[in-house]
């Protein structure tokens, strides 16, 4: 019996999903907040995440969530955000020139970094792959100080942005998700957060850059050789994995905003302090959203 009982949950979310109009609220621009009305026995199975969602990613109707709109901070989840802002704003091939202050405050809290040096010159492009990939707060504050122009004017553009999304849950202090200037300052919800990575994903330039596994930069007239590593495991552990990036600060935990393609299901979800510090505990969290709501018959019909 409790074979069958694990087994249902996933054809029950795939048949949700098909007719999410017909059985949610319908979504709004760029998500919703509606969660489908599972009985207690067919909630998906040992998620560690105090808070997440999953949602049907074309709909955004949301077919499951733990603390939907609680807010809590969310570490380098933030980087979706200011890589929108640097996206909407365009001129990618923009010269960049990596200010000191950019490795200053990436170092001042131990962020992680992509390994740029103060004076290199990158295109705006380049620094989007360092701050996604390996999560370059360093590359996070180069762009903020060139989009701003300066870091308070880029994050009084995530904050706009962010209301302009419907995101009424979140505020970001920092461009990278760091604890500045304390661990609660920059928050958001999981709502908010799958909202968040639907508007990103729609998006061909970020979608690229975030399905990228390693990214090679060669030396150039400006800049030193970079290898950069996504941090996602997703990309290589989960098949129909397309992003889009992990987080994690004391505070936060460990989190990660996922996104998975099966034929013709599309699901996207996120996972906040699924651990103190281990990342796959996130990862595995977000492998069991995934495998509940797959439906394999859906998954083998084509996409469109």
Known sequence: MRTYVRALPAAVAAVLVVFAPTVAAAPVAGGSNAQAPFPVALQP?????????LAEGNTGV???????DTRVPVASLTKVMTAVVVLEAGDLERAVTVPQAAIDASAAHGGSNAGLVAGEVLTARQLLYAMMLPSGCDASYALAEAYGPGRDAFIAKMNATAQRLGMGNTHFTDPSGLPVPDDFSTYSTPADLVRLGRHAMANPVFREIVGTQVHHLPAGAGNRHHVWENTNDLLHQYPGTTGIKTGSTNAAGTCL?????????????VVLHSSPFDLDAATSDAQRLMDWGFLPILASLPVG
């Open 45 to 53: 199975d040992g998620i560690q995440a105090r808070g997440a969602a």
């Open 62 to 68: 949301i077919v499951w969530s733990r603390e939907a």
């Open 257 to 269: 905003l996922f996104e998975a393609r099966r034929g013709a299901q599309r699901l996207i979800g």
